[in-house]
């Protein structure tokens, strides 16, 4: 997948083609749920919100232009669709894992033990969204900060201070010294 593929398909989709919208869709589905999940901790939640984020996205297309890349701008509308359902039900709470299923983020890295997972969703807002786009979402730090809306050091910011933060959170403080 590249970004020049996916503004063939932005165009074809654009000129009335099924078949574009649909592989943009099944491209970029997963990452955005993946992205609704991490602000909302809820996955009908994240259900509703990615399919919010698409039908506001394709409705839009005709306006897409293509300053960003159409992943970037779809984790934009996500985001925001995200941060707007949280706020107005108020669900920017852990996840109770022993009812949450574990969610599969990529090929190489499935949340088995739930330590993380919390310990991100626990993350202030800012932070845990920084956190998400970066090592979830795989965005990079100038991505980010196109889509948050922010200057590129307040990214890095973010970005440290999260990491510090997670490494508190789970740092074993009751091991045994041998």
């Known amino acids: ?16 083609s099924a078949a574009g919208g649909e ?3 099944s491209r970029h589905w997963l990452a955005a749920w993946r992205l609704a999940f991490s602000v909302t ?15 506001r996205a394709f409705r839009g297309l005709a306006n897409f232009n293509g300053r960003s890349s159409f992943r970037t701008w779809l984790s934009r509308i996500v ?9 107005r039900q108020s669900r920017l709470q852990p996840l109770d894992s ?4 574990a969610p599969e983020w990529s090929d190489d890295f499935a949340v088995r033990d739930y330590d993380l997972l919390d310990a991100v969703l626990a993350l202030p807002l800012e932070r845990r969204t920084t ?9 990079t730090p100038q991505e980010i900060a196109e889509i948050v809306g922010v200057p590129l050091g307040t990214v890095h910011s973010r970005l440290g201070r999260a ?10 403080t009751d091991v045994p010294r041998t």
């Open 1 to 16: 997948m590249t970004i020049a593929d996916d503004r063939q398909l932005v165009a074809k989709a654009v000129a009335g």
């Open 23 to 25: 592989e943009l869709f």
């Open 41 to 55: 901790g809820d996955a009908a939640a994240a259900d509703d919100v990615s399919q919010a984020a698409f039908e």
């Open 79 to 87: 985001l925001n669709q995200s941060i707007d359902l949280a706020r």
């Open 98 to 101: 022993a009812q949450t299923p």
């Open 131 to 139: 956190i998400v786009l970066r090592y979830w979402a795989r965005h």
């Open 163 to 172: 990491l510090a933060e997670l490494r508190s959170r789970l740092e074993e």
